[in-house]
C-alpha cells in the first residue's frame, strides 16, 4: 500500500509541477514578455507641467482637456509622494499648455489619487461634470465635480459601493450613473496575481446610479479601459490581459449585450473616441513584464493603437505610434483631437503630438 501512495503522492506532485508550469508559459504570453516593438515616431512634443505621468486624458467637443495626473497605483513605479491633481488643456490655444484645476469641496485634496474620468455634459444645461476614479489610501471610491469658469471644479459627491471595490476606469452616462471597470477581483495583490496565474477571467464592469448598482458584464481577466460611441449606443471595453477590445450594446434599462471583441495584440489601457470618425484610441503597453519589473535602463515602452469601423465585420487595427521608452514610458491613453493627439502615462510625461 505505501508504495502506492508514493506512486500516487508523485504523480499529483508531476501533475501540479506541469501544470503551475504551463500557466507560468501562459502568463509570460498574456504579459507579452519576448515582444519587441520598432520605433514608430509622431511628430511631438512634451506637455509643461506634466511631471508624474497623464494616466487618463478626455477631450469635450470644443476642444478642452482634461488630465488626471499623480496616480500612485500598487505594484507601478512612483516617483513623486506629493497627491493627485487634475488639469485642463485648451488645445484651440495657439500654445496648449496644462492648467491645475483648483478643488473646491469637502474632498480631502492630501489622499487625492486620481485615475479613470469621464465628462457627462447635460443637455438641458450644458453643466459639464468631471467623473474621477479616486484611490484614497488605495481605496476606490468615485468622486463627482463640477466644471466651473476660472477652471474650477466644485466638488459635488463621493460615491463607493461593495461593488466599486477595485475601479480603474469610468463612463459617465448621467449626471450620477455610471459604467465602471473592476481590473482586481480580490483586493490583495497576492490573490490577484494567484487569479491571474490561474487564468480565472473573475473581473468584472459595474453599472451605478442612485437607484440601484449591478454588474453589467463580466468575464474579464483585467477590466480596463471603459468608453463610449459618439451615439451613446455601445460601450467599448479593454480586456488588458486578454489583449482584445470587446464591444457591448446598451439596450433598455442599462442592459449590455456583447457583440464581439477585436484582438489588438498590445496590454491596452485607456480606450478614447474620436467623437467625429467613432475611431477608437487605445494607449498601451506593449511588454507587460517591463511594465511590472521596471528597470530605468531597460524601461516600458509605448504604444498607440487605432480601431477603425470597429462595428464592420473587418475591423482595421492600425500601430500609429511606437518607442521603446526612450521618448515615454508606459503610455495609458491616446486622446485625438482635430488632427492633434495626446499620448498619457501611468508616472512619466504627456505628449502632444500632430496627426497631420
Not at 146 to 152: S, Y
Not at 180 to 195: I, K, Q, S, V, W
Not at 302 to 312: A, G, L
Request: aromatic share 8%.
Amino acid at each position: 500500500m505505501a508504495p502506492m501512495k508514493k506512486v500516487i503522492v508523485a504523480a499529483v506532485v508531476a501533475a501540479l509541477a506541469a501544470f503551475i508550469g504551463h500557466r507560468f508559459l501562459q502568463l509570460k504570453e498574456m504579459a507579452l514578455t519576448s515582444r519587441d516593438v520598432p520605433v514608430k515616431p509622431l511628430n511631438c512634443h512634451y506637455l509643461k507641467n506634466i511631471e508624474y505621468g497623464a494616466e487618463d486624458i478626455t477631450i469635450l467637443r470644443d476642444g478642452l482637456a482634461f488630465l488626471s495626473t499623480g496616480l500612485n497605483y500598487p505594484g507601478m513605479p512612483s516617483f513623486s509622494d506629493d497627491p493627485g491633481k487634475m488639469y485642463v488643456l485648451d488645445l484651440l490655444h495657439p500654445k496648449p499648455t496644462p492648467v491645475e484645476l483648483q478643488i473646491k469641496g469637502e474632498l480631502d485634496l492630501s489622499s487625492f489619487n486620481p485615475h479613470g474620468i469621464s465628462v457627462y455634459i447635460d443637455e438641458a444645461d450644458d453643466s459639464v461634470y468631471l467623473f474621477v476614479v479616486n484611490h484614497p489610501h488605495h481605496k476606490s471610491q468615485v468622486e463627482i465635480f463640477h466644471f466651473v469658469e476660472e477652471n474650477t471644479l466644485v466638488h459635488l459627491k463621493t460615491i463607493t459601493h461593495p461593488l466599486l471595490h477595485s475601479v480603474n476606469d469610468i463612463v459617465a452616462v448621467g449626471v450620477e450613473s455610471f459604467y465602471a471597470t473592476n481590473d482586481h477581483y480580490f483586493p490583495n495583490e497576492a490573490l490577484h496575481f494567484l487569479t491571474v496565474l490561474l487564468g480565472l477571467p473573475w473581473c468584472d464592469v459595474v453599472y451605478y446610479s442612485p437607484k440601484e448598482a449591478r454588474v453589467a458584464a463580466d468575464g474579464f481577466m483585467s477590466a480596463n479601459g471603459i468608453n463610449i460611441s459618439p451615439d451613446k449606443r455601445y460601450i467599448y471595453i479593454s480586456d488588458i490581459l486578454d489583449h482584445a477590445i470587446d464591444v457591448y450594446e446598451r439596450q433598455e434599462g442599462e442592459q449590455l449585450v456583447h457583440l464581439k471583441s477585436v484582438a489588438v495584440g498590445s496590454l491596452c489601457d485607456n480606450i478614447e473616441v474620436d467623437h467625429r470618425t467613432g475611431d477608437i484610441w487605445l494607449g498601451c503597453h506593449p511588454n507587460g513584464m517591463k511594465l511590472v519589473t521596471y528597470d530605468p535602463e531597460d524601461p516600458p515602452g509605448s504604444e498607440v493603437i487605432r480601431i477603425k469601423n470597429i462595428h464592420s465585420e473587418q475591423p482595421v487595427v492600425s500601430q500609429e505610434y511606437a518607442d521603446k521608452g526612450h521618448v515615454l514610458i508606459a503610455s495609458t491613453v491616446a486622446a485625438p483631437y482635430e488632427g492633434k493627439l495626446l499620448i498619457g502615462t501611468v508616472f512619466h510625461k504627456a505628449l502632444c503630438c500632430d496627426l497631420k
